[in-house]
């Protein structure tokens, strides 16, 4: 019997589940960023803090860059995927890229909601490239202007975080570069609600965000995704990346 599967579904869903996965995976953000956040704001000339209309140009630049950042990676590691993807093709290579990225996206969620922290071991691996980036984050500071906010903000996305190295890891079966940075950019788009008000209201935000019920709903809605993922590629098979897909006859 086919299985009936609309394309739009088919090319939408994949970066629908990832705006979700950036939006639950805020509490992460919260705690991890949080600081940076109140630091990059604090910093700011005392005239620019109590102007709400000075304020915010600020808070999106900094989210502008961080998430143009990601949106880079992903579009590197979207082309390694295609790359991969194709050379293995004769291999079911497609499938096994998909079911890798389902498995991440479990493994997020059960890092989301406090269940398990195993990916505390990328972010470790990821500070072997911080390290190099940090001097141009302090030579960026204390930020005066839009430009260097902006700047601050691509540095900001290269942060060792295991929430974003997951998303690309999930990233390399996205399907090519194209969909890659998508991919990635709808991630940075579901983190951006949590990050700009945490500008404004970090306090009450982060609060309310780090509580323990909040993390482990946002924690199983990722993990259902994720399960998602693993039955569509098991009921249908998968030559390209995850979005598109060829029914089973």
């Known amino acids: ?14 970066f ?13 953000c919260v705690g991890m960023c949080g600081g940076i956040v ?6 700011l000339p005392e005239h620019i803090r109590q102007s709400p209309a000075r304020l915010m ?3 999106f630049s900094y989210n502008l860059g961080r998430i143009t950042s990601y949106t880079v990676a992903g579009m590197t590691v979207g082309y390694l995927g295609n790359v991969a993807g194709s050379f293995i093709a004769d291999y079911q290579g ?3 890229l998909r079911i890798l990225a ?17 990916l505390l071991r990328l972010e470790q691996l990821g500070g072997h490239v911080w390290k190099y980036l940090q001097p141009i984050s302090k030579r960026l500071m204390p930020v005066t202007t839009l430009p260097h906010a902006l700047l601050l903000g691509l540095v900001w996305g290269w942060l060792p975080c295991g929430l974003v190295y997951t998303m690309l890891i999930w990233t390399l079966a996205s399907g090519g570069w194209q969909e890659g940075g998508l991919f990635m950019l709808s991630f940075g788009a579901g983190t951006l609600p949590a990050l700009f008000a945490l500008g404004a209201a970090s306090a009450w935000l982060g609060k309310t965000l780090n ?7 946002a924690g199983a809605v990722v993990i259902v995704f994720g399960l998602w993922t693993l039955i569509s590629t ?13 029914p089973l006859s």
């Open 38 to 43: 109140g630091a990059l704001t604090y910093g």
């Open 1 to 14: 019997m086919d299985i009936a599967l609309s394309p739009f579904v088919l090319s939408s869903t994949p």
């Open 234 to 246: 098991l009921l249908v098979q998968a030559n390209v990346g995850l979005g598109c897909a060829v």
């Open 102 to 118: 389902g498995l991440i996206m479990i493994t997020m969620g059960l890092y989301i909601g406090g269940w398990w922290q195993g």
């Open 211 to 217: 509580k323990p019920a909040w993390r482990h709903v």
């Open 57 to 59: 140009p600020f808070i």
């Open 94 to 96: 497609w499938m096994i």
């Open 16 to 28: 629908i589940t990832a705006f979700i996965a950036g939006l639950m995976g805020s509490v992460h």
